[in-house]
């Protein structure tokens, strides 16, 4: 099994990406790649972060600005939403049918996808299903204790058999000899059962770090071999009493010891967890309208050409479908330690790992090769897991396992070779306890891998390591605080693990537009723009030749020395302050492998290398401002959140007669304060949750784009707009669309922060569940189901 670094898995998708430009929009799309790639991710957040998100491509897909996007990230509720555009654009049609009304009113069905079934037999059917997976839960759970009790009978038993320990004179004539042997043996298999419960404890101890001396373990098998030595006395001694007490029954353990033995390799915990159950509800939510060709679309499929087909249909932008591996062992040769370590584990149709396990090629690598998009999605938001990233508990791991409610999934490590005899041999029970005890390292055959958002919710990270030029970012996740968490955990990792810099401009703070007015319960805006910077990066050194600048060391390892070659790298930090806008300065540092020191005599001369390769790249720009030089791209950064009204809404019929649903939309949020930010405990929407979801993603595309017009009054094609123009957009300030006279809507965000009049403000603010009069919340419910007839 092959592996590969990084920087191989990026050129390759660079590379592929490229001839989608080619094949889509023509050369010259193609050979501007490097510049202006674009990239979108879709946050986290169950259903709520799935319809939002669908709502804004939908908008994004009228101004053909989705096929634009050479990458769409996804996590968790975000991959719901992805894998419906993977699996549809491949249908009759593409993009122009991407979000046709039945497909759009099949989801709007599927809301409360979780229940079990649509009809009574199938949910009866799941239920029984459910209570299956937790009852083999419980038997794995019983596995590993039932075999060391087997094995321990069994040992005896054999022991008892061998001839060389036959002694007749030492035979006791008695009436009851089984009696006498059960008083011998009750002391030692008692002593030899503390041992074992000893032994467990002390796992235990180490697992948790508690600390346990050596010398235990020391003591515990002298204590063992003992006991072990003092049965096999006996064994000899009562060869050939009267054993009723055991009766004949060394066949009957030994073919239950094999049964045993054989479950453990069959029960396999992917297929025994909610993992099944949760794909299936996702697949025919989001997949099943696409029919059986699409709905179970192997991974390895998702970015390939079809056979005589319409390309366009199989080149949907690049999916990176973002999980969490699971770093739980404190111990091992994992270089990120911890209870609560993780790394960034990626499933995309060409390459699958992380940069910590390598890479492999999807298609072909066994447990890759079979993985299908339902699969993928399906742990990229398995939240519910005993190892969860950085929000793992060890208890929690013991009651999780034990209920199995175990969303993740066992997949082959990447940087692990299985045996060519026994390579696909895996006894589960193993895992079953490696989950039990927080046990989980990459030292194993198999990683655990579970919700991308135990480590990173936006989907952003991915974007940035591939150096987007521009990326849009959806956060849909659960947020009714507004503490901006998602969104602060992005940055701090961008900043050490990337050195990227997420700087919002001077009038796009995010807590001061975004986070709603407790006066009104609304924001000024609902998206904020940062520049991308630079401050730190790390390359090697080349010289003339273009060759790496490398130097012989003479390493110790262990007992042995060896003359290694290492390579040189150079560290540095840029600075700058915005009162100097044209001055950047920068700090230049030399670093070779952990342990290992720079030749002194060469370090100038390494140094002046490595500062000649810094000034050329700074020269090269030295025309712009000093932000600008380290500038790698620009993101948009869009939360859900509603905006006031300018105005008093009276709803408005379209030229077709159809009622305009904002304002119904915006009618629950008067009587659900918390909308958009209800809890992602609630996974059960019905049709009005729904669609006021749907819509408000559709508003927030439109408000980002400057639509002068509702979105309900274009039709796909009639403006056809490309990266560059969202990039002077966001960048210039420069519009998309000509100006016109702006027809002002319920979401319509104002320019500038305006005050409300009296009147609007009272009819419009959110409504405290105390101060809420008539109609009640199920009175406005049953009249907006009412006109559920109508759809912009």
């Given at each position: 099994?092959?592996?590969?670094?990084?920087?191989?898995?990026?050129?390759?998708?660079?590379?592929?990406?490229?001839?989608?430009?080619?094949?889509?929009?023509?050369?010259?799309?193609a050979?501007?790649?490097?510049?202006?790639?674009f990239?979108?991710?879709?946050?986290?957040?169950?259903?709520?972060?799935?319809?939002?998100n669908l709502?804004?491509?939908?908008?994004?897909?009228?101004?053909?600005?989705?096929?634009k996007?050479?990458?769409?990230?996804?996590?968790?509720?975000?991959?719901?939403?992805?894998?419906?555009?993977q699996?549809?654009?491949?249908?009759?049609?593409?993009?122009?049918?991407?979000?046709?009304?039945e497909?759009?009113?099949?989801?709007?069905?599927?809301?409360?996808?979780?229940?079990?079934?649509?009809?009574?037999?199938?949910?009866?059917?799941?239920t029984?299903?459910?209570?299956?997976?937790?009852?083999?839960?419980?038997?794995?759970?019983?596995?590993?204790?039932a075999?060391?009790?087997?094995?321990?009978?069994l040992?005896?038993?054999?022991?008892?058999?061998?001839?060389?320990?036959?002694?007749?004179?030492?035979?006791?004539?008695?009436?009851?000899?089984?009696?006498?042997?059960?008083?011998?043996?009750?002391?030692?298999l008692?002593?030899?059962?503390?041992?074992?419960?000893?032994?467990?404890?002390?796992?235990?101890?180490?697992?948790?770090?508690?600390g346990?001396?050596?010398?235990?373990?020391?003591i515990?098998?002298?204590?063992?071999?003992?006991?072990?030595?003092?049965?096999?006395?006996?064994?000899?001694?009562?060869?050939?009493?009267?054993?009723?007490?055991?009766?004949?029954?060394?066949?009957?353990?030994?073919?239950?010891?094999?049964?045993?033995?054989?479950?453990?390799?069959?029960?396999?915990?992917?297929?025994?967890s909610?993992?099944?159950?949760?794909?299936?509800?996702l697949?025919?939510?989001?997949?099943?309208?696409?029919?059986?060709?699409?709905?179970?679309?192997?991974?390895?499929?998702?970015?390939?050409?079809?056979?005589?087909?319409?390309?366009?249909?199989?080149?949907?932008?690049?999916?990176?479908?973002?999980?969490?591996?699971?770093?739980?062992?404190?111990?091992?040769?994992?270089?990120?330690?911890?209870?609560?370590?993780?790394?960034?584990?990626?499933?995309?149709?060409?390459?699958?790992?992380?940069?910590?396990?390598?890479?492999?090629?999807?298609?072909?690598?066994?447990?890759?090769?079979?993985m299908?998009?339902?699969?993928?999605?399906?742990?990229?938001?398995?939240?519910?897991?005993?190892?969860?990233?950085?929000?793992?508990?060890?208890?929690?791991s013991?009651?999780?396992?034990?209920?199995?409610?175990?969303?993740?999934?066992?997949?082959?490590?990447?940087?692990?070779?299985?045996?060519?005899?026994?390579?696909?041999?895996?006894?589960?029970?193993?895992?079953?306890?490696?989950?039990?005890?927080?046990n989980?390292?990459?030292?194993?055959?198999?990683?655990?891998?579970?919700?991308?958002?135990?480590?990173?919710?936006l989907?952003?990270?991915?974007?940035?390591?591939?150096?987007?030029?521009?990326?849009?970012?959806?956060?849909?996740?659960?947020?009714?605080?507004?503490?901006?968490?998602?969104?602060?955990?992005?940055?701090?990792?961008?900043?050490?693990?990337l050195?990227?810099?997420?700087?919002?401009?001077?009038?796009?703070?995010?807590?001061?537009?975004?986070?709603?007015?407790?006066?009104?319960?609304?924001?000024?805006?609902?998206?904020?723009?940062?520049?991308?910077?630079?401050?730190?990066?790390?390359?090697?050194?080349?010289?003339?030749?273009?060759?790496p600048?490398?130097?012989?060391?003479?390493?110790?390892?262990?007992?042995?020395?060896?003359?290694?070659?290492?390579?040189?790298e150079?560290?540095?930090?840029?600075?700058?302050?915005?009162?100097?806008?044209?001055?950047?300065?920068?700090?230049?540092?030399?670093?070779?492998?952990?342990?290992?020191d720079?030749?002194?005599?060469?370090?100038d001369?390494?140094?002046?290398?490595?500062?000649?390769?810094?000034?050329?790249?700074?020269?090269?720009?030295?025309?712009?401002?000093?932000?600008?030089r380290?500038?790698?791209?620009?993101?948009?950064?869009?939360?859900?959140?509603?905006?006031?009204?300018?105005?008093i809404?009276?709803?408005?019929?379209?030229?077709?007669?159809?009622?305009?649903?904002?304002?119904?939309?915006?009618?629950?949020?008067?009587?659900?304060?918390?909308?958009?930010?209800?809890?992602?405990?609630?996974?059960?929407?019905?049709?009005?949750?729904?669609?006021?979801?749907?819509?408000?993603?559709?508003?927030?595309?439109?408000?980002?784009?400057?639509?002068?017009?509702?979105?309900?009054?274009?039709?796909?094609?009639?403006?056809?707009?490309?990266?560059?123009?969202?990039?002077?957009?966001?960048?210039?300030?420069?519009?998309?669309?000509?100006?016109?006279?702006?027809?002002?809507?319920?979401?319509?965000?104002?320019?500038?922060p305006?005050?409300?009049?009296?009147?609007?403000?009272?009819?419009?603010?959110?409504?405290?569940?105390?101060?809420?009069?008539?109609?009640?919340?199920?009175?406005?419910?049953?009249?907006?189901?009412?006109?559920?007839?109508?759809?912009?």
């Amino acid at each position: 099994m092959e592996t590969y670094k990084l920087g191989q898995v990026l050129a390759d998708e660079a590379t592929a990406l490229k001839n989608r430009r080619k094949a889509l929009f023509g050369e010259e799309a193609a050979e501007n790649f490097d510049k202006n790639r674009f990239g979108l991710a879709l946050s986290g957040g169950g259903i709520r972060s799935a319809t939002i998100n669908l709502g804004f491509l939908r908008t994004l897909n009228l101004f053909k600005l989705l096929e634009k996007a050479d990458y769409i990230s996804t996590v968790s509720g975000g991959g719901y939403t992805g894998a419906y555009i993977q699996s549809t654009i491949k249908e009759k049609n593409g993009y122009d049918e991407l979000f046709a009304e039945e497909k759009i009113e099949h989801l709007r069905r599927y809301g409360n996808y979780l229940i079990p079934g649509q009809s009574a037999f199938t949910k009866l059917w799941n239920t029984l299903m459910l209570a299956i997976g937790f009852l083999i839960s419980w038997i794995m759970s019983l596995l590993g204790p039932a075999a060391a009790v087997v094995a321990t009978y069994l040992i005896f038993k054999v022991v008892t058999s061998i001839p060389i320990f036959k002694n007749d004179d030492l035979l006791l004539d008695l009436n009851y000899p089984g009696n006498i042997v059960m008083d011998i043996l009750n002391p030692a298999l008692w002593a030899l059962g503390s041992v074992m419960l000893v032994h467990l404890l002390l796992n235990v101890a180490r697992i948790f770090d508690l600390g346990i001396s050596k010398t235990f373990t020391k003591i515990e098998t002298v204590i063992a071999v003992l006991l072990i030595a003092f049965l096999m006395v006996v064994g000899g001694v009562t060869y050939e009493m009267n054993t009723d007490w055991v009766g004949n029954q060394a066949w009957e353990m030994l073919l239950l010891a094999a049964g045993l033995l054989a479950a453990g390799f069959i029960l396999n915990p992917n297929a025994l967890s909610f993992h099944r159950y949760y794909r299936n509800q996702l697949a025919d939510a989001y997949l099943a309208h696409t029919g059986n060709r699409f709905k179970n679309l192997l991974l390895k499929d998702v970015f390939s050409f079809g056979k005589n087909e319409d390309r366009s249909r199989y080149l949907a932008p690049y999916p990176l479908i973002n999980t969490c591996l699971n770093l739980q062992n404190p111990g091992g040769k994992d270089k990120f330690k911890g209870a609560k370590a993780s790394d960034y584990f990626l499933l995309s149709p060409m390459y699958c790992g992380s940069k910590l396990s390598k890479y492999i090629r999807t298609g072909d690598t066994p447990g890759y090769r079979e993985m299908t998009l339902p699969a993928a999605l399906t742990i990229s938001a398995a939240a519910v897991n005993p190892g969860m990233g950085i929000y793992s508990s060890k208890m929690l791991s013991i009651l999780m396992t034990l209920f199995n409610a175990r969303l993740g999934f066992w997949v082959n490590n990447p940087d692990v070779k299985p045996s060519k005899l026994f390579g696909h041999l895996v006894w589960w029970p193993s895992y079953f306890f490696k989950e039990l005890l927080s046990n989980i390292g990459t030292t194993n055959r198999k990683l655990n891998i579970s919700d991308g958002g135990h480590i990173e919710n936006l989907a952003v990270y991915e974007l940035l390591r591939r150096q987007c030029r521009l990326i849009i970012a959806v956060d849909a996740g659960a947020d009714p605080k507004s503490s901006f968490a998602d969104l602060e955990n992005l940055a701090i990792r961008a900043r050490n693990e990337l050195g990227i810099e997420i700087r919002f401009r001077p009038d796009q703070d995010p807590v001061d537009i975004i986070r709603p007015r407790p006066s009104s319960g609304y924001a000024r805006k609902r998206f904020a723009i940062a520049d991308l910077l630079k401050i730190w990066e790390e390359f090697n050194i080349y010289n003339e030749k273009g060759e790496p600048v490398t130097f012989k060391k003479t390493v110790k390892t262990g007992k042995k020395e060896e003359v290694k070659t290492i390579k040189l790298e150079a560290l540095v930090n840029y600075f700058y302050h915005p009162s100097q806008p044209d001055l950047l300065k920068y700090r230049l540092d030399l670093k070779a492998e952990r342990g290992v020191d720079l030749p002194e005599a060469d370090y100038d001369r390494y140094y002046q290398q490595a500062k000649k390769i810094v000034d050329d790249k700074l020269l090269a720009c030295a025309h712009l401002p000093a932000m600008e030089r380290i500038k790698t791209g620009t993101l948009v950064y869009i939360k859900s959140s509603v905006t006031p009204p300018r105005k008093i809404f009276v709803p408005e019929y379209t030229s077709k007669g159809q009622k305009n649903l904002q304002f119904d939309t915006f009618k629950y949020k008067i009587y659900h304060p918390a909308f958009p930010h209800e809890s992602t405990a609630d996974q059960f929407f019905d049709p009005v949750q729904w669609e006021s979801y749907f819509q408000l993603g559709q508003s927030i595309a439109a408000d980002i784009l400057g639509t002068p017009k509702p979105v309900s009054e274009f039709r796909r094609g009639d403006n056809d707009l490309d990266i560059d123009d969202l990039i002077k957009w966001f960048d210039k300030d420069q519009p998309l669309f000509r100006k016109e006279e702006k027809i002002e809507g319920v979401f319509d965000a104002p320019e500038k922060p305006v005050e409300m009049e009296e009147e609007a403000l009272e009819t419009y603010r959110p409504k405290p569940a105390g101060e809420r009069t008539a109609p009640s919340p199920q009175d406005i419910k049953k009249q907006i189901e009412e006109e559920m007839e109508f759809r912009i």
